[in-house]
């Protein structure tokens, strides 16, 4: 029990020791300090400004920025919607695979451009090499510096007084790609290559089987089976069995894995080479590459709140947005590991399961990867959802039913516990806004958040963007529970079929990306429909934050006086995390109990 608990701690304190120093690196770079790399990249910079004819030191309007924004966004939605179509023709397809049909096309072009990474396929037998490389893992880049850009638009304007500049969206994005995103991802995928990801241009291979294995009619593998190569026979405990089919090969997915594994984690992308994302032993083999990709989900969400902090001259209030995010993240690690290591009283029913610890991982093994376990995987669903990531080393849909809740809750909350790169901070500001105001309402004064007054403009569109999520999701999945045949996607029936469906519209409205298994999202109506939420759920709050950013710039700062509410001490942290879980759980308590606690009060009856 010892040493699982020390697992937990080891992972928390190794994100938190990286995340310090990297947050004052990345303040440096994008306040155009020098850096320990500037002497490589500068060149390289200046070289895409004369290129793009791109003026670093332009100040642009946030209506501007916002433009600027959505056209960059929507060129490339364009280009992988396109590229998706026409893969079939294209070079760099080995394995002669087809083009994509326009809905999933849609789907996956939405799902990227917004750092989503929700995939209703999968990536080894749908997309060619040029789709991943070329499509998918640029718009991981890409998606991921936008959030960033975003972030720092808000960060300028708490800094610069009666002023309309927000700076230039071209040269945050391209510092973002050269000095923080690609170094890191380089660091990453070397890590990841030595750890055994796969990482070649080589199309997949059929490889024989060490012991050949039946197969049923169904599709079932037989256990115990014995197999008679010579006669094509098969039989289990002594019966032939007809029509079983023998399997002496296997397919074996090649392809340069390492190189997106790396951005997809690091840029809170989520997502998988493989179908079966990071539980495929190519994708993450190892104890080692599992401790890579999943400190990788949490560095550049962590690392922001130290920069913010840096960037604004207070610290204090970056630590204080920091330990929001971090105490809901230990408060749901602790939740999904007690869960599944406790399990359900079915499991352990009349002995079935042995779900003690003793010489074992014990608990609920169901839908986990052995090379892992229970801690391992539970802190990696913690950290993916928290993350706004997506990408699984285990199954949530076999978890228990509070340990599933936590990680759709998590999602549900807005992408605020860390959350993605860039929009979970400047999603937390939001809620800071709030919180500052609903504060100052209490005591009867004007709200003032970092020497600036927060007033209705600000409050209007900081609701915006605290809501998006939960409109998106809840309008999504209701619309999805009346319409016919959707209940043909569904691996289960009841409360748990519909925390799948809610997962679903949940993860996309939360640009997560992650799914309950056994969900088939592959029709016309959830491509479009989970297309669309995610496209609103995304730009929706891009566009609420570059407005404050706007007002706030133009603003004059306000000194702090004996009445101004302290933003840096425990009060406020506290607050804050309850105006979030506020939100949270008068938005989704509904639909949460229709679900996951309607499937655990029924277990436990």
Not at 307 to 325: D, L
Request: glycine share 10%; net charge neutral.
């Amino acid at each position: 029990m010892m040493s699982t608990v020390i697992q937990y701690i080891l992972y928390l304190a190794i994100l938190v020791i990286l995340a310090i120093p990297f947050g004052g690196y990345i303040k440096k770079v994008m306040n155009g300090e020098k850096t320990f790399l500037s002497r490589i990249f500068i060149p390289c910079e200046n070289a895409v400004y004369k290129v793009m004819h791109v003026d670093k030191e332009e100040q642009m309007s946030w209506k501007k920025y916002t433009v600027s924004v959505l056209i960059f966004s929507g060129i490339g939605f364009i280009f992988l919607f396109l590229l998706q179509l026409l893969q079939g023709v294209l070079p760099g397809n080995p394995q002669g695979l087809p083009g994509v049909k326009w809905d999933l096309s849609f789907n996956t072009a939405s799902s990227f451009i917004t750092n989503t990474n929700w995939q209703a396929y999968s990536g080894e037998s749908t997309l060619s090499y040029l789709t991943q490389a070329v499509g998918l893992t640029v718009q991981n880049f890409v998606s991921a510096a936008t959030g960033i850009a975003v972030l720092f638009a808000l960060i300028r304007g708490f800094i610069k007084v009666k002023s309309d500049g927000l700076g230039s969206f071209w040269a945050d994005i391209t510092r973002i790609v050269i000095y923080i995103l690609i170094p890191l991802n380089l660091v990453v995928s070397l890590l990841l290559v030595g750890g055994g990801v796969i990482q070649n241009l080589k199309g997949a291979e059929t490889v024989s089987l060490v012991e050949p294995i039946a197969v049923s009619a169904d599709g079932e593998v037989l256990e115990n089976a014995e197999i008679d190569l010579g006669t094509g026979t098969v039989e289990v405990d002594g019966k032939a069995v007809r029509d079983a089919d023998i399997v002496t090969q296997q397919f074996v997915p090649m392809g340069p894995a390492a190189s997106q594994v790396a951005i997809k984690q690091t840029g809170t992308n989520g997502g998988g080479y493989m179908g079966v994302n990071s539980a495929h032993p190519l994708e993450n083999p190892n104890a080692f590459t599992n401790i890579i990709e999943m400190i990788s989900l949490l560095l550049i969400p962590a690392s922001l709140c130290f920069t913010f902090g840096k960037a604004v001259n207070n610290k204090k209030q970056g630590i204080s947005i920091f330990m929001a995010m971090f105490i809901c993240l230990v408060i749901a690690v602790s939740s999904i590991a007690v869960s599944e290591q406790l399990a359900t009283p079915q499991l352990a029913q009349d002995g079935n399961v042995d779900i003690s610890m003793v010489n074992q991982a014990g608990g609920n093994m169901e839908g986990k990867e052995t090379r892992f376990g229970i801690a391992s995987s539970s802190t990696w669903a913690a950290f993916t959802t928290a993350a706004s990531n997506g990408s699984v080393n285990s199954m949530h849909d076999s978890y228990t039913p509070l340990g599933g809740m936590v990680t759709m809750l998590l999602i549900q909350l807005g992408e605020v516990i860390f959350g993605g790169v860039g929009c979970g901070l400047y999603s937390m500001l939001a809620f800071a806004i709030l919180t500052v105001f609903i504060a100052g309402l209490m005591v009867g004064r004007t709200p003032e958040f970092l020497g600036k007054k927060i007033e209705p403009y600000e409050m209007k569109w900081s609701v915006l963007v605290c809501l998006a999520t939960p409109v998106a999701i809840l309008i999504g999945s209701g619309i999805a529970a009346v319409v016919p045949g959707i209940g043909d996607s569904l691996n289960n029936t009841g409360a748990h079929g519909f925390s799948e469906l809610l997962y679903a519209y949940s993860s996309c409205g939360g640009n997560n990306g992650s799914a309950f298994a056994g969900f088939n999202a592959d029709t016309v109506f959830l491509n479009v429909s989970l297309g669309l939420v995610m496209l609103f759920a995304r730009f929706l709050p891009i566009i609420g934050t570059l407005a404050i950013a706007g007002s706030l710039g133009g603003k004059k700062k306000i000194a702090a006086t004996s009445g101004t509410l302290s933003t840096t001490n425990g009060m406020f942290v506290f607050l804050l995390i309850f105006v979030v879980l506020l939100v949270g759980a008068l938005s989704f308590f509904p639909a949460l109990a229709l679900g996951p606690l309607a499937e655990f009060f029924s277990n436990m009856i």
